[in-house]
């Protein structure tokens, strides 16, 4: 089945920090996702991107799907104590009853103050 | 109100016995979904449900059932509960292929 590996597994950063973090996968996706996990809670969506070569911002946030769709990255600008949970990279492929969202095994993010 | 809630949110039962964790949703969405989440593992479909009248196995369905009671309410149950299923739990709903939306988690220990 398809697999995403999700690197690096942590990260220990100060506050004002830039940070990056990528998935990669052996297949194609048509969709990448990204969601953030903060202690207790469910993932909640960051950014979703829908098309090769896209680069999309939300605030501090930048992902990007790669150009070959096996790939997207994730980088936060000027890390905040609250940016502090895990990140996980979402594939997803559209349509049939094989519907299935992969997930990577997640980035945990510390941000020192 | 959380538009997806889980109940309960924390469990510990013992091997063998019969358990079941709760998810209804008020988003209206046609989609629902359980995940399990595992340290360093991290999010596993178990099933998933694209109307009431539709169940279908994720890649670890062993050991699990699920039931969907109504658009909003999609139950998982473990018949006989074992210790490797101790994890947190996750229901999930969307509308299109693309979103998904999670619960606060369940977490269940089997001791």
């Known amino acids: 089945g398809q697999q995403l590996n999700q690197s690096p597994q942590s990260m220990f950063i100060q506050e004002g920090e830039d940070v990056s973090m990528n998935c990669t996968s052996s297949s194609i996706f048509n969709t990448w996702l990204w969601y953030k996990q903060d202690p207790g809670e469910g993932p909640v969506l960051l950014i979703a991107?829908?098309?090769?070569?896209e680069l999309t911002s939300n605030g501090r946030l930048t992902a990007q799907f790669g150009i070959t769709r096996k790939d997207s990255f994730l980088n936060i600008s000027a890390s905040i104590p609250s940016d502090v949970g895990i990140y996980f990279c979402?594939?997803?492929?559209?349509?049939?009853?094989?519907?299935?969202?992969?997930f990577g095994k997640g980035t945990l993010l510390t941000v020192n103050p | 109100d959380a538009d997806v809630t889980q109940t309960p949110r924390n469990r510990i039962t013992k091997t063998g016995k019969r358990i079941m964790l709760e998810c209804s949703q008020t988003k209206g969405h046609d989609r629902m979904y359980w995940y399990r989440q595992d340290p360093g593992l991290g999010l596993r479909l178990i099933y998933y449900?694209?109307?009431?009248?539709?169940?279908n196995k994720g890649e670890i369905s062993d050991g699990y059932s699920v039931s969907r009671q109504a658009q909003a309410k999609f139950s998982l149950s473990l018949e006989s509960a074992i210790p490797n299923q101790t994890a947190l739990y996750f229901c999930?709903?969307?509308?299109?292929?693309?979103?998904?939306?999670f619960g606060q988690g369940t977490r269940l220990t089997v001791v």
């Open positions: 999930a709903t969307g509308q299109t292929d693309t979103e998904a939306f």
């Open positions: 449900s694209f109307d009431v009248k539709d169940i």
């Open positions: 979402a594939g997803q492929n559209s349509g049939g009853s094989n519907y299935k969202l992969t």
């Open positions: 991107l829908y098309k090769a070569g």
